[in-house]
């Protein structure tokens, strides 16, 4: 059983849609992820929060917006999407200061933009 | 900048074979280095970790070695199951925070 829960687990979607993905760890943590997965392509770091403020955006299109209301849950409102926003996105969460610190992986939310 | 680079997959091998997975980094400084496991409709679980020169992390008779000299972090598991197939990932994270940086990602298929 993880200590991170992601919910939906499975979304489909139109491209005129709104729609949020939701993530909860219980285990403490202070710093929380989104990572897409795409197929045939690396995992990519999309936003980090630490201490619920965000603090790092690698440059994410705005019809992802996320928001971490405070440190165990972050959402990912998603927003007139592309067929090609079609992925595996996972949450995930750390503590921030301890050395080798390990992040915690949710099973992913699977999303489909038709 | 820092990377990891793992062996192409996928690999295929028969229940009870030895495995290696190749994994090197390039990084400045001393960081930990992971291996996570992603199996068939799932998300990423740790397998295993390391975080100084020469700790070996072991877990589930998965096995891999922080080497600073080579730059690497194989993965090594003497016998296989089927219960083993699954996308392994190598990644690594400088301490006190910063960003997970994983290799590609390397298939294996354990055929009974």
């Known amino acids: 059983e993880t200590g991170v829960t992601q919910t939906p687990r499975h979304l489909v979607m139109g491209m005129t849609n709104k729609k949020s993905l939701k993530c909860e760890q219980h285990?403490?943590?202070?710093?929380m992820y989104w990572y897409k997965q795409s197929a045939k392509k690396p995992l990519e770091l999309m936003f980090v929060?630490?201490?619920?403020?965000?603090?790092e955006n690698n440059s994410v299109p705005s019809r992802f917006s996320p928001e971490c209301p405070n440190s165990s849950h972050l959402f990912l409102h998603l927003h007139t999407l592309q067929p090609e926003d079609s992925a595996l996105y996972l949450c995930?969460?750390?503590?921030?200061?301890?050395?080798?610190?390990?992040?915690?992986f949710g099973e992913g939310s699977w999303l489909t933009v038709v | 900048g820092d990377s990891v680079t793992q062996m192409e997959g996928p690999v295929t091998l028969s229940e009870e074979a030895f495995l290696t997975i190749n994994c090197t980094y390039t990084?400045?400084?001393?960081?930990?280095l992971f291996w996570y496991v992603q199996y068939p409709g799932e998300g990423l679980q740790l397998l295993l970790k390391?975080?100084?020169?020469?700790d070996k992390g072991s877990n589930k008779g998965f096995e891999a070695t922080y080497r600073k000299e080579t730059t690497s972090f194989h993965l090594e598991k003497g016998s296989v199951q089927v219960s083993d197939s699954a996308v392994y990932f190598c990644?690594?994270?400088?301490?006190?925070?910063?960003?997970?940086?994983f290799g590609q990602g390397t298939e294996l298929s354990v055929k009974p």
């Open positions: 995930a969460s750390s503590s921030s200061q301890a050395r080798g610190n390990t992040i915690y």
């Open positions: 929060y630490s201490l619920e403020e965000r603090v």
């Open positions: 285990l403490g943590h202070n710093a």
């Open positions: 390391a975080t100084k020169a020469d």
């Open positions: 990084a400045t400084g001393y960081p930990s």
């Open positions: 990644a690594l994270r400088h301490n006190q925070g910063g960003k997970l940086i």
